[in-house]
């Protein structure tokens, strides 16, 4: 049986094309909205291999990316449910943390859901050390939601382009992050599709939050207020707003995740009804 890793330092259409058709498979066999780095060119390290895609008789069964940044990676891997918990994951990751060191990465951070076992302990067994637990959280469609006077609204192409800094701005000093980081997801959101809707208060945005529609529901991501306006009360007006919105369209489930950390955010979604439907961790490993 034909086996091999292929390195990539640049992803191909085709190759592309296969990781999108991995990740779908996966979205309706375990309903979950998988994050993958596709994009090389805002890797820090650009001459560095960031794609591991492993082939069985040329059909792509698991693919590892790494996003680096400030010499350090973070891992995305998506393996097809058919051929999970047989070993493939850890055989990609092993020629992936080989490549990773050798370009001089100090810092390797991956996500699994808490209750995987097998890759818990294959993280443990590399001296991976658990620093986070993120709760994927899911809402039902409610009747009879009331109209609010702000205005929620999602942007046209125009106004993104228009807009774009002042809009890194505001998720930048919502999530604390760089400017290049902001840039970088906003880039990723919309060449993918992905609507951004937005929050004004006196013809002034000061929310954002993407919506993406996948086949189980609705996904937002990236929900944000600005840093002076928060603690206000804006982000559930915000968030009750844009449901009600959604759920004019088609009332389907609501997905999105959230750091357990965040306790604040974490309310906020159970008030408006959110319930936790998965836990992830967050492993890592710190290099000498």
Known sequence: MEEKIEVVITLSKKQKEEIYQLLEDCKRKDFTEL???MEQEWNEILDCPCFFLFYREKQ??????????KREAEISAVTRF??????????????TLQVLTKHGIKKVSFRI???NDKAKKILEHWKYSKIQM?????LLPKKGEKENKEEVRC???????????????IHCSAFGGTNMESEWIFEENFSEGIELWGYW???????????????????????????REQGKGYGKRFLKELLRQLWKQEKKTVFLQVSGENTVAMNLYEKLGFSVKQRLLTYQMIFK
């Open 35 to 37: 994050d993958f780095f």
């Open 60 to 69: 792509l069964l698991c693919a590892v990316s790494a996003f680096i940044v």
């Open 82 to 95: 058919e051929d999970r918990r047989k070993g493939l994951f850890s055989k990609v990751m092993k020629e």
């Open 113 to 115: 859901e808490d209750d």
């Open 134 to 138: 993120d709760c994927f959280m899911i």
């Open 155 to 169: 942007f046209t192409p125009f106004e993104i382009k228009e807009k774009k800094q002042e809009l890194v701005e």
């Open 201 to 227: 208060i006196e013809n002034q945005v000061i929310g954002l939050c993407f919506v993406s529609t996948i086949e189980q529901g609705y996904y937002l991501s990236a929900i944000s207020i600005c840093k």
